[in-house]
């Protein structure tokens, strides 16, 4: 099989790795809950290749994502759900139906400054009608936590959470409370640790992160970007302990957890000098 520009053979691919007994053993047992957090992945790889203006990582990250939306849409076809072809032909008249100005038959132009508001009328009209084609047992309860979107990362959805409750007034007054929540969830954790119960760990581990997101709140953070830089901050001194054992001939897995400490405080000097 030959690569191509026509998205029918990457159809094509990804039918072949789900035929079973002859399709690949890893593909064939995957199903719409195990490949989500790659879908996460890749989309967070498309804006990192962003960020570091790299074009030609972006169209393979890119890629990466069709791929996604190729995997998910045969799973659904397999089980008679829809295909990709109704992938596209939904948001094909997604997108024009909330663009009258730009595809309008006649007379339908509107001014900038009116398109954001006919864009949110019309999401607002695609919802109702949504919530409508759903079974009345189906239709969650009207809250004010609602219209925060599941399917944002999870830092950024714990973020919009605490928002939204805050603006009726279910919030801290002050960052130090929030700080002996945490030490609180901190403690909780200590006791889960003796209880020896991985399920209470992950519940415990989940709640001093929420904690932790609401600090960051308190002190005007974005919870998501200071992660990112921690993440730089590691990189760069774990990249220093890795140089310098270089530098002796050393490797690191001939390197003791002192030696590798004691390498790590460097790494902080350097940085503060």
């Given at each position: 099989m030959t690569p191509s520009r026509d998205i029918s053979r990457l159809l094509e691919i990804m039918a072949r790795?789900?035929?079973?007994?002859?399709?690949?053993?890893?593909?064939?047992?995957?199903?719409?809950?195990?490949?989500?957090?790659?879908?996460?992945?890749?989309?967070?790889?498309?804006?990192?290749a962003i960020t570091r203006g790299d074009l030609?990582?972006?169209?393979?990250?890119?890629?990466?994502?069709?791929?996604?939306?190729?995997?998910?849409?045969r799973m659904a076809e397999e089980q008679g759900a829809f295909?990709?072809?109704?992938?596209?032909e939904a948001i094909t008249r997604k997108m024009i139906r909330r663009h009258p100005h730009v595809f309008a038959d006649k007379n339908g132009r509107v001014t900038p400054s009116h398109v954001k508001s006919v864009w949110d009328r019309i999401k607002a009209d695609e919802k109702a009608e949504r919530a409508a084609r759903r079974p009345p047992e189906e239709i969650p309860r009207p809250s004010l936590l609602s219209s925060v979107k599941a399917g944002q990362p999870a830092l950024t959805r714990a973020m919009e959470l605490q928002r939204k409750a805050s603006s009726v007034g279910f919030d801290w007054n002050d960052p130090r409370a929030v700080l002996d929540k945490i030490r609180e969830e901190a403690d909780e954790i200590e006791a889960a640790l003796d209880r020896n119960d991985a399920d209470e760990l992950a519940g415990e581990t989940g709640d001093i992160l929420f904690a932790l997101v609401n600090l960051a709140r308190h002190v005007g953070a974005d919870p998501e970007t200071a992660l990112r830089a921690t993440n730089a901050k590691f990189e760069r001194r774990f990249g220093y302990i890795e140089r310098t054992l270089a530098a002796k001939g050393r490797s690191l897995e001939g390197a003791s957890l002192d030696e590798m400490d004691e390498l790590w405080n460097e790494a902080k000097a350097v940085e503060f000098k």
């Open positions: 790795l789900r035929t079973p007994v002859t399709g690949c053993p890893w593909d064939l047992e995957q199903n719409f809950a195990t490949i989500a957090p790659y879908t996460i992945e890749e989309a967070y790889e498309v804006v990192d030609d990582d972006l169209k393979d990250e890119l890629g990466d994502l069709l791929l996604q939306v190729v995997f998910h849409a295909a990709f072809g109704d992938v596209v």
